[in-house]
């Protein structure tokens, strides 16, 4: 079962760099992986060659990923689990661009597997077809329940930001 909002009813909030910012994702969705494990994510289509962000003076994708890191914490403490940010890129070569800078990010936290990112125009987004900054496997969206345990995520009940 999947559950699915449009980005013009949802926001994230985050403190980056003593900033407050608030993002517009473009969706949100969530799977029921069975065992009522609920996995949530964000999506985020980019088209166009980033700009720089207004406040945080940098690669505006980088600075989304910054202000997702910093929103992580408040939605696991009300949602019980964690979520990914989903990026879709029109070609490889702009995918591979981000996931480099968010490599070179690591000492921010940036190097890690909340981002999945690939190519616009996949067949199955089930499929493995994503790729993080963390490494170079292809993975799935519904990874490995024991891989997820190990870092520390619990499956969860349908929050009621599912349901509004």
Known sequence: MAYFCSG?????????RDERVTLIPDAF?????????VRHFYVEVTKANPGKHRILKENEIVAKCETYL???????QEHGSDFRVLFTFPTKSKM???LTMLRERR?????NRKFYCTVEGF??????????????????????????????????AISEMLHN
């Open 8 to 16: 013009a009813h949802i926001s994230v909030r985050g403190v980056v």
């Open 29 to 37: 969705f969530a799977i029921r992986d069975g065992e009522n494990c």
């Open 70 to 76: 910093a929103f992580a914490p408040a939605f696991k």
């Open 96 to 98: 591979e661009n981000l």
């Open 107 to 111: 000492q921010d936290g940036l190097n």
């Open 123 to 156: 067949a199955n987004p089930l499929e493995a077809i994503w790729k993080t900054p963390k490494d170079a496997a292809a993975r799935k969206l519904l990874g490995d329940r024991t891989t997820d345990a190990r870092r520390g995520e619990t499956p969860c």
